[in-house]
């Protein structure tokens, strides 16, 4: 069994390459010599059947107790799967060892997921638990080594699912600094957008910036210096030996100099859009930002976000923006969540505590895994991915704060009626519900028992783009913007505590104080047409039962 030929193969290599797994099982049998024997070019059978892709060749390696930390010219075999972009036998190594997928190759100290060549290869990895950040000895991540292969596919897969776009490798350098050098803009604005900071120097003081004005090509130097100087990038030198760093980092003559530019005036036409802006400019956002974190506060913040698709990866990015400059997860700034569709999703992304920054690498997900074919999209890809990121029995009522209200249409009515997934009990109101007017129609399900998974595919049952869920249709239908909705949902929420406090007798009520209370709104859209591209907030007075 042990016997070579001049390459140094024996019959195991042979048996590989052919296409009969059954000598392969004769063979392999009761064999102990040549089964991990390396050929000339240092491969083992198991390596060749890697480099081949023969996925059953290596199933049945496997279960003859082939070795699989056998070093070879590309490492081990799961490193060879991953270099010849052989996805099946990769599998078939997880699978059988789920230790593979953290080894790294006694070369370089990579995991296999620094050898993905393609999106589908570091997808399949990600998904059975590989470390995005992941570093080799050089102290290089898998992003590093995508942004200097130019492998723009695989470098999104990473960064949606959870890739630090700021992560230092090999001479201090981040992904953004090795995308300049590449001079590849698409991967430049891919980092930015995940948030890379622009600024942060390297090992040699050399920020993106500096290495962005040393790009030969004159159109792309303009192009991305423009683009820099948008995100509010500051242009400076590294330092240079014997000069103090102020003086060695001031640019203030270059030619592509990143001198902060003002924004160009906004041309407004529509009263009510200059009625927001009016508001918007009277409040300055440190006085917004205070009342907002002030614990000894006597008002609730509402926050509403509209319906729009994919187009909620807009409100993420504003989301993102607020938590920067107020230090606070968007969960704890606000009372009252209300959401539409898509904004129903993200408000039950802050019910549970998912970080914006995760929210925009899911939506990029959601993208690729969901809205696959033609409209009506399937059904069962979407009602798998909520399953999956809020779990599948989890109920609205398991977490209560803060208060999140779903806007869903219920069309088994005429006319339909607006319905309010709720994880807290709806408020009594004066109005009789008409299902107690109309035996036909069944009432909603109660908080408690609603799962929170069908209320997001309630809210996000677009028409056209998919089917209904049940007798619930998109709550955009009657309400994009939820925002009075909510409002008057709040309304009758602190009236039916003021009823029923009043309900005890009168004694109890001559002796509740009730004072007016400053409300907060702040309602973030999509809809470049009016006042939902704005982040605003205005005042109303309501009334509640003082605490």
Request: proline letters at 6%.
């Amino acid at each position: 069994m042990d016997v070579t030929d001049y390459k140094g193969e024996t019959v195991f290599h042979y048996a590989v390459q052919s296409d009969n797994s059954q000598v392969l099982q004769l063979l392999g049998r009761n064999a102990v010599a040549g089964l991990n024997q390396v050929n000339n070019q240092g491969l083992t059978p198991l390596h060749l059947a890697c480099q081949l892709g023969k996925q059953e060749m290596v199933r049945v390696l496997l279960l003859c107790n082939a070795r699989c930390n056998i070093m070879g010219p590309n490492g081990y075999p799961i490193h060879s799967a991953m270099k010849f972009s052989q996805k099946g036998c990769a599998e078939m190594i997880i699978s059988m060892d789920s230790s593979q997928i953290h080894s790294k190759d006694p070369r370089y100290g990579a995991s296999p997921l620094h050898w993905a060549k393609n999106a589908e290869m570091a997808r399949m990895l990600l998904k059975r638990g590989c470390n995005v950040n992941s570093t080799s000895s050089a102290g290089n991540t898998a992003l590093h080594v995508a942004v200097m292969r130019n492998r723009f596919d695989c470098a999104i897969v990473l960064l949606t699912h959870g890739a630090n776009a700021d992560a230092r490798g090999e001479h201090g350098n981040t992904p953004l600094h090795l995308a300049m050098s590449k001079d590849n803009v698409e991967m430049i604005k891919a980092l930015i957008v995940f948030g890379a900071e622009v600024d942060t120097p390297n090992d040699f003081g050399e920020t993106p910036t500096f290495l962005a004005s040393k790009i030969g090509r004159l159109v792309t130097r303009k192009a991305i210096l423009t683009l820099l100087r948008t995100v509010g990038a500051e242009y400076c030198f590294p330092p240079i030996h014997g000069v103090p760093a102020e003086q060695g980092s001031a640019a203030p003559h270059h030619p592509f100099s990143l001198e902060r530019a003002q924004p160009p005036p906004i041309s407004l036409n529509n009263l009510e859009l200059q009625d927001l802006m009016h508001i918007s400019r009277s409040r300055k956002p440190a006085f917004i930002l205070g009342s907002m974190r002030d614990e000894k506060r006597t008002h609730d913040h509402l926050l509403c976000l509209d319906g729009g698709g994919v187009k909620g990866l807009i409100i993420i990015q504003l989301l993102i923006a607020i938590e920067k400059a107020s230090g606070v997860a968007t969960k704890d700034l606000f009372d009252w969540v209300a959401g539409t569709s898509t904004g129903g999703i993200l408000a039950l992304a802050i019910l549970h505590s998912k970080s914006m920054a995760y929210m925009r690498g899911m939506y990029f997900r959601m993208k690729d895994e969901v809205f696959r074919g033609s409209r009506p999209y399937e059904s069962g890809p979407l009602e798998e991915f909520l399953k999956r990121e809020f779990g599948e029995h989890t109920k609205m009522t398991d977490v209560r704060k803060p208060k999140v209200m779903l806007t869903g249409t219920l069309s088994d009515r005429q006319p339909a009626e607006l319905h309010l997934f709720r994880n807290y009990d709806a408020p009594e109101t004066v109005r009789e519900p008409r299902f107690n007017q109309n035996v036909n129609l069944r009432p909603p399900a109660q908080p408690s028992d609603q799962l929170v998974w069908r209320a997001a595919r309630s809210s996000g049952a677009a028409p056209t783009y998919f089917r209904p869920n049940g007798r619930f249709l998109d709550g955009g239908l009657l309400a994009n913007n939820p925002t009075l909705d909510a409002m008057t949902e709040i309304h009758e929420y602190n009236q039916d505590l003021i009823r029923k406090v009043s309900a005890v007798g009168q004694r109890a009520w001559t002796h509740c104080s009730l004072e007016p209370i400053l409300f907060q709104q702040t309602m973030l859209g999509t809809d470049p047409q009016d006042s939902r591209w704005l982040l605003h907030t205005h005042s109303f007075i309501c009334a509640r039962r003082a605490n």
